[in-house]
Nanobody, 121 residues
């Protein structure tokens, strides 16, 4: 199983960024796909989850209304559209996959290597 994130980088406050996570080795549509972030000096924070097979979406209050999670089953790819970003969104963003776990900052069966997002002017 491989989860490979991409799309991170430097973005100004108020700007936008789209993260991608390409999955292989799993039946993508049968998994809950999650984004978790880890900011410097802080613990991991759950960001958002989608059930790839059915589209149910969940968001942390800190990103609700600004971030959108989506999944393309044909491409086995998870996305996170980040709009109106803030400096406090700065973190390494990880995608994770699990058939059961939802809404947690840890405990997922599969993890990607992470992609750095830095929000700064």
């Amino acid at each position: 199983v491989q989860l490979v994130e991409s799309g991170g980088g430097l973005v100004q406050p108020g700007g936008s960024l789209r993260l991608s996570c390409a999955a292989s080795g799993i039946t993508f549509s049968r998994y809950y796909m999650t984004w978790v972030r880890h900011a410097p000096g802080k613990g991991r924070e759950w960001v958002s989850t989608i059930y790839a097979g059915g589209g149910m979406r969940y968001y942390a209050d800190s990103v609700k209304g600004r971030f959108t999670i989506s999944a393309d089953n044909a491409k086995n790819t998870l996305y996170l559209q980040m709009n109106s970003v803030k400096p406090e969104d700065t973190a390494v963003y990880f995608c994770a996959a699990d058939a059961l776990v939802v809404g947690r900052s840890d405990g997922y069966k599969y993890w990607g290597q992470g992609t750095q997002v830095t929000v700064s002017s």
